[in-house]
């Protein structure tokens, strides 16, 4: 089976799995009508008196948004461990191996998979608000505003950035979270133990990344040279949680 079929047969498990597809839809929902609330109370506020049935409601609405922020937090934290236990939990690993699946590549495509899955799931719950927002800024004149403001912050601290630089080590930083909770996962062989085997590869990553960092902030370099120093520790960091990861599954007995 090659590379390419064994990423779309992960791609398939997850669209079957309809008790997480109803969760992405009601997070959605609830992130849309929470931020469609905020939009009109923020847009007629001036016109509303403390009396107002949208004024007394927004206490409630408060208690809701700040409970969406910690579902929304909880939930997109733990998606990538369900993605990637989903064969383990099912029993369907070991058929897998047997029917002749190359280990390494699918190791690979659990990667892609996940990378992908949890990139589309993020928008699918953020673009309501995401898009509201910048309606409202843009009804309210207030897009160059916002833009600006980033300007006038890098004039005003005088930051050489690189923006590509950051750019590239935010993806290393990225795919580095991700294969560590690739290897935690299969470590564990699936189970619930990986959240906290990958808890401890974070903070072992992050003593060591940010030994590096104040390394490079004490001496004079530049703020793109920190972010190339930090990409490098990333880019070695994922090297070996690769190898540990797809030696484990390699050597798993299924």
Same mark, same amino acid.
């Given at each position: 089976?090659?590379?390419?079929?064994?990423?779309?047969?992960?791609?398939?498990?997850?669209?079957?799995?309809?008790?997480?597809?109803?969760?992405?839809?009601?997070?959605?929902?609830?992130?849309?009508?929470?931020?469609?609330?905020?939009?009109?109370?923020?847009?007629?506020? *001036?016109?509303?008196?403390?009396? &107002?049935?949208?004024?007394?409601?927004?206490?409630?609405?408060?208690?809701?948004?700040?409970?969406?922020?910690?579902?929304?937090?909880?939930?997109?934290?733990?998606?990538?461990?369900?993605?990637?236990?989903?064969?383990?939990?099912?029993?369907?690993?070991?058929?897998?191996?047997?029917?002749?699946?190359?280990?390494?590549?699918?190791?690979?495509?659990?990667?892609?998979?996940?990378?992908?899955?949890?990139?589309?799931?993020?928008?699918?719950?953020?673009?309501?608000?995401?898009?509201?927002?910048?309606?409202?800024?843009?009804?309210?004149?207030?897009?160059?505003?916002?833009?600006?403001?980033?300007?006038?912050?890098?004039?005003?601290?005088?930051?050489?950035?690189?923006?590509?630089?950051?750019?590239?080590? &935010?993806?290393?930083?990225?795919?580095?979270?991700?294969?560590?909770?690739?290897?935690?996962?299969?470590?564990?062989?699936?189970?619930?133990?990986?959240?906290?085997?990958?808890?401890?590869?974070?903070?072992?990553?992050?003593?060591? &990344?940010?030994?590096?960092?104040?390394?490079?902030?004490?001496?004079?370099?530049?703020?793109?040279?920190? &972010?190339?120093? *930090?990409?490098?520790?990333?880019?070695?960091?994922?090297?070996?949680?690769?190898?540990?990861?797809?030696?484990?599954? *390699?050597?798993?007995?299924?």
């Amino acid at each position: 089976m090659t590379g390419g079929l064994i990423f779309k047969m992960e791609l398939f498990k997850f669209l079957q799995d309809k008790k997480y597809l109803l969760a992405v839809l009601i997070l959605a929902v609830l992130n849309t009508l929470t931020a469609l609330f905020y939009s009109v109370l923020f847009t007629t506020t *001036q016109h509303l008196g403390s009396e &107002s049935f949208l004024m007394r409601f927004s206490s409630v609405m408060t208690v809701v948004f700040v409970l969406l922020i910690f579902a929304n937090g909880i939930f997109l934290f733990l998606f990538p461990f369900h993605v990637l236990s989903i064969d383990y939990k099912n029993n369907v690993m070991a058929m897998m191996i047997a029917s002749g699946v190359n280990r390494s590549k699918l190791f690979f495509a659990k990667i892609g998979a996940v990378i992908l899955l949890s990139l589309a799931v993020f928008i699918a719950v953020m673009a309501g608000p995401l898009v509201i927002g910048l309606v409202q800024m843009a009804i309210g004149g207030q897009i160059n505003e916002f833009f600006a403001s980033f300007v006038e912050i890098f004039n005003l601290f005088n930051l050489d950035i690189d923006v590509l630089a950051i750019v590239f080590s &935010s993806l290393l930083s990225v795919l580095n979270s991700v294969v560590m909770i690739t290897a935690a996962t299969i470590l564990m062989k699936g189970r619930n133990t990986a959240i906290l085997v990958s808890i401890g590869f974070s903070m072992a990553n992050s003593f060591i &990344s940010n030994f590096f960092n104040i390394f490079g902030f004490s001496t004079d370099i530049s703020a793109s040279s920190v &972010s190339m120093v *930090q990409g490098m520790t990333a880019a070695v960091s994922i090297a070996i949680f690769i190898f540990i990861g797809l030696r484990a599954l *390699q050597t798993q007995n299924l």
